[in-house]
């Protein structure tokens, strides 16, 4: 299964590729809070997770008040490998047909709600078009990431070739569930100094695998600290919506946390590991001892040189607190932007609508060169610059200058002086490892953490993962890399719950990140470090383009904007272990078929 947790498969593309004159993503929020629990329910004679409130299939004859039962279609209006959004009055679900049998499940992806029909079939699952998250279809379960939770299934039968599908009406309006979760049977006082899982960091990678370790029945203590007052949220959020709350932003609810006995200590900072003792200490004095550790640190910003550091109004964006205050701080003000990083162009077009001038200031020519490439980084400058951003490339900062300890003027290398109210620092970023450097834990020579493919530290019973660690990945030979995306963290996360309790699991997935600006989305797929070419289909000028990037022969990675699903498309090629040979790009470009991959099924992949 391309990029899912199970042993890959081949994969199965549809040939055409519908391509979107204008995306349609809203940009809501992360869901929150808790789903209701769902029992089995039998699929068209196949069991599988249904949506049912109780523990047993209800009959079919008499309906009851939570249920709704809808004729949906022909029984010959699907081919195998269709999807159809259907409507059954107070809900809508996705009909997959494949080996001649029907399935049903939520149509709405959990993480962003994306529409599930538009994304890609392939095998027994289907793949998000926007973020890359897949769910099987028979048991509506999260086997990919980004987020938390899986799609409810319901119950489809046919009678006189009409295709019937029953489904519980609360399930129909939530298009979602959490996957059930074991309680802690352990007597603990909550101030006791001992946890049999201790995790350091509340993003993904601490909660999925906090989360994981409760699905697959882990039943002793699990304490999550975090150095942020708030619950997990969606931080990729905060440089998008500048002015959405925690609460708003949140991935899972106190309470959630509670009912299923994961115990959370915010504003914890840890400052010193003890491994021999397997204890940590906190800054406030606390000592904890643990069994398993599961460092997710994340990282912090990277230091810089330059003067006046003590001027206030200067934020690196870490927090929904940094956020509401650049957006207020920047109405109808001076916005100076330090670093052309996604956080930093992110922000910078986020404030656009709201300040009067907004300056971004880099060390390279070309906004997101490294990642993206020259040609796509034209364009996307080009974009800022039609939103009345001003640029201020191959410089640095070399002094901030105040009045009465207020930012007033940030002065250049070359020179230049630009006025300014408020500055977001988006430099870059470095792993929040400092804290480790004493502790036997084995650090590279910029501070990351190594661990092995399960995700496990040189000490036993510690391990990591998210933006702090280098681990071997499969898609380039095994060779350590880091991958500081939201969607690995996730991945992260599962497999290192998995390894503490033994049941080794490996990363298959395909690297999946996105970048939003001016209502308009870059998707990428796959590790492109190191590429040497791209290969550019469709219109630059126009924002609706195809990059594919090489290494040598082959295809590495892909980005799009304007052309769902096809990152996916390539992100389940990618996964099924199957190549993509720069040539059969090439040809495809000669001929101007455009987003159109089918040639992978029988030539192009091997």
Sequence with gaps: MGG?????????????????????????????????????????????????????????????RDYVEASVCHVKDLENGQMREVDLGCGRALLVKEHGEFSAMGHKCPHYGAPLVKGVLSKGHVRCPWHGACFNISTGDIEDFPGLDSLPTFQVRVEKDKVIIRANKQALQSQKRSKPMARCSAVINSSSGFSHVLIIGSGPAGLVCA???????????????????????????????????AEQLRLRSLDFLQDHDIELFTEKEVVALDVKGRAVTFEDGLRMEYRK?????????????????????????????????????????????????????????????????????????????????????????????????????????????????????????????LRADVCVIGAGSVP?????????????????????????????GVFAGGDVVMFPFPQRNNKKVNIPHWQMAHVHGRVAALSMMDRTTEIKTVPYFWSAMFGKTIRYAGYG?????????????????????????????????????????????????????KRDVEMLARFGKTGDISWLIDKGAH
């Design 4 to 64: 899912c947790f199970s042993k890959p498969k081949p994969v199965e593309v549809k040939v055409e590729l519908s391509l979107l004159d204008k995306e349609k993503e809203v940009d809501g929020l992360s869901p929150n809070g808790k789903a209701s629990p769902f029992a089995d329910c039998r699929l068209n004679g196949a069991l599988a997770h249904g949506s049912d409130d109780d523990s047993t299939l209800l009959p079919l004859g008499p309906k009851s």
């Design 211 to 245: 989360e994981t370790l409760r699905q697959e029945g882990f039943t002793d203590r699990i304490v999550m600290c975090t150095m942020d007052r708030h619950p997990p949220y969606d931080r990729p959020k905060l440089s998008k919506s500048l002015e959405s709350t």
């Design 293 to 417: 550790l599961f460092i997710a640190t994340g990282s912090k910003p990277k230091p810089m040189n330059y003067k006046g550091k003590d001027v206030r109004n200067v934020f690196h964006l870490q927090t929904p607190e940094d956020a509401n205050s650049i957006a207020k701080l920047a109405n109808n003000k001076n916005a100076v932007i330090v670093g052309t990083s996604y956080v930093g162009m992110e922000v910078a077009a986020a404030l656009t609508d709201k300040a009067h001038s907004v300056s971004v200031i880099g060390v390279e020519s070309l906004p997101f060169k490294t990642t993206l490439g020259e040609k796509v980084g034209k364009v996307i400058m080009k974009l800022f610059e039609t939103n009345r951003v001003k640029f201020y490339m191959l410089n640095e900062v070399s002094e901030m200058i105040g009045h009465h300890g207020q930012l007033k003027e940030v002065v250049l290398k070359s020179g230049k002086v």
């Design 432 to 460: 929040a490892t400092g804290f480790l450097k004493q502790s036997g834990i084995h650090l590279d020579s910029k501070g990351f953490i190594t661990v092995n493919k399960m995700m496990q530290t040189n000490i036993d």
């Design 529 to 581: 470090d190191g590429f040497d070419d791209v290969i550019i289909q469709g219109d630059l000028d126009e924002l609706r383009f195809v990059a594919f990037y090489t290494r040598s022969e082959e295809v590495v990675a892909v980005a799009s904007m304007n052309y769902d699903p096809i990152v996916s498309r390539v992100a389940e090629v990618l996964g099924s272990g199957k190549t993509i040979k």
